[in-house]
């Protein structure tokens, strides 16, 4: 379905696509065959008729392979290295630079290969909620599939605003069947995904996963927002019925999508937000899940959106039932579904939304000397954005035999385009100017490290994010954290007290305290990055490590 961006359906004669064929000739390419927004319907027919390995699935979604590719491939993402962003870009490993003459060539490359196509899809639409901030984005792009996934995943013009549309802010050329040309220099392997913020264009080559185009526009955003003083996030946000807003942030694993898919609230979106003076707003158009152990029982909603207008990735089916099975990992573990957000029955239409009241860190402590819940002063909100801290445990990748700490700044450093700390000082901005009460809440071990200990229950969890939503846990007793300098509530209605404190938890206390410190110096060496461009005061608010402790 199409919706215009006030989240009321459009008529069916609203829907139809403006053009059969449209001119690309403003971007070098002659292709007589060019369709424009077209409907699902009519996607679901050229996929199945050009692309190999397409389906129609038993609930009706568009099943779809993305041939070798099944994840994003972030060695191979480059920046275009221009003189009006040299000083903006945080240069290094995130944002490999590259030479303006190589994106020019791959860009080249990638026009002439589109322009050898019989037939080609532009999803014209639009980035973020807010048409304060909205970024008009062009995709490109030869395969039906990777045109439907666009269409869920940015913001659906209705038919004026697409007969308004004009030219866009940012285009994505998806040549993605076709290898890279690596005697440019810069490019290192057959897959490019390139970006020149100074053009507003964004390149692929070598790789037809379409989460590419997804999160090539989160960083876009994340290059964007800031300079206009809006925060842009990498997390899930809800409301309450009274309008009282929440956004968690974590890393995969940590609880993010399952806690803030809470039937009692209304879904503003689950992975990429801004926040300006006014609210926040949902970055795109629809939902990306993880389909791997999809369960009709546990994530319901889900389950359910995966319908006509889906779009399932890399999924195994039954070739007489079509019926998917959401165990089988064979083609990948990362089996995905996109649709669009108003599949989701409880989403908040238009996906805006008023001044957060909390905004919770979520992480998967497997060492278990996080507490379950705990608050955090801005500076140290600041530290722990900066950090972005979770942990992997054994069979989660191979060679992984014990818990290793993992840090992503800012719950999101593959897509950050500036340094982190500046969307930690915008985070302390909004921090100061609302007053907003920032949670770090464990959902990973108790009791002792992983091997050891359990799983934190997520009907703990659950229980914690309740009382932080009724506005009970604020107002608790607390203590202070001797290693991590948190303050620790000593009661939650629904969480037993002991369970509170991580030291009460270990049958061994000398043993909590090794660990403590290991994972404290673990924060120490990870933030040695970050501490040259930092303020005293964030620095302050690291772990006690040895004497300090």
Request: charged letters at 20%; one cysteine or more.
């Amino acid at each position: 379905m199409n919706t215009t961006l006030n989240g009321q359906p459009d008529t069916p004669q609203k829907t139809r696509s403006l053009h059969v064929t449209f001119s690309l000739a403003k971007h070098g390419i002659e292709v007589a065959e060019v369709l424009r927004n077209p409907a699902p319907a009519r996607l679901y027919e050229e996929a199945l008729a050009h692309e190999k390995g397409s389906a129609i699935s038993s609930t009706g979604a568009l099943i779809a392979r993305s041939g070798e590719k099944t994840g994003r491939s972030p060695k191979d993402k480059r920046v275009a290295h221009h003189p009006e962003v040299t000083d903006d870009v945080w240069w290094g490993d995130v944002n490999i630079e590259m030479e303006p003459d190589s994106f020019d060539a791959l860009q080249q490359q990638a026009v002439n290969y589109l322009n050898t196509r019989d037939r080609l899809y532009v999803i014209d639409a639009y980035a973020g909620w807010d048409p304060r901030y909205r970024v008009k984005v062009r995709v490109i792009c030869e395969r039906a599939y990777h045109a439907l996934f666009m269409h869920n995943m940015l913001i659906r013009p209705n038919r004026e605003e697409l007969a308004d549309f004009g030219e866009p802010d940012y285009t994505i050329y998806n040549a993605g069947r076709l290898a890279a040309n690596q005697e440019l220099p810069g490019v290192t392997s057959s897959t490019s995904v390139s970006l020149c913020l100074s053009r507003g264009e964004f390149v692929i080559l070598g790789t037809e996963y379409a989460g590419e185009m997804k999160k090539g526009v989160f960083t876009i955003m994340n290059y964007i927002m800031p300079k206009q003083g809006v925060l842009s996030m990498h997390c899930s946000a809800n409301e309450g019925h009274d309008g009282d807003v929440s956004v968690f942030f974590g890393l995969s694993g940590t609880g993010k999508t399952t806690l803030s898919a809470d039937p009692r609230r209304r879904l503003i979106g689950d992975d990429e937000h801004c926040w300006t003076d006014e609210g926040v707003f949902n970055i795109e158009g629809g939902c990306y899940a993880k389909a791997i152990g999809l369960d009709p029982r546990a994530e319901p909603e889900i389950y359910n959106a995966i319908r006509f207008g889906a779009v399932l990735e890399n999924v195994v089916y039954d070739p007489v039932t079509r019926e998917v099975d959401y165990h089988d990992g064979s083609i990948t573990e990362n089996t995905r579904c996109s649709y669009p957000i108003e599949f989701i029955p409880n989403a908040r239409l238009p996906c805006v939304g008023g001044t957060p009241k909390n905004v919770i860190f979520l992480t998967c402590d497997a060492f278990s000397v996080l507490p379950p819940v705990s608050k955090l002063t801005p500076a140290q909100a600041m530290y722990h954005f900066i950090s972005g801290y979770t942990a992997k445990v054994a069979g989660t990748e191979m060679g992984v035999t014990e818990p290793q700490a993992t840090f992503s700044a800012c719950f999101g450093a593959p897509f950050l385009v500036l340094h982190p700390t500046h969307y930690a000082e915008l985070l302390a901005e909004k921090i100061r100017a609302t007053g907003v009460q920032v949670w770090l809440v464990n959902t990973g071990w108790t009791g002792g490290p992983y091997g050891e200990g359990r799983r934190m229950s997520l009907a703990h969890t659950r229980a914690i994010i309740d009382a932080i939503h009724d506005g009970s846990l604020k107002d608790q007793e607390t203590v202070t954290d001797p290693t991590f300098g948190v303050q620790v509530p000593l009661q939650c209605h629904g969480v037993p007290d002991e369970v509170l404190i991580p030291a009460k938890t270990w049958a061994d206390p000398a043993a909590y305290e090794e660990m403590a410190q290991h994972l404290a110096g673990l924060f120490h060496k990870n933030f040695q990055a970050y501490a040259d461009q930092a303020s005293p005061e964030i620095v302050a608010a690291a772990p006690r490590v040895g004497e300090m402790a």
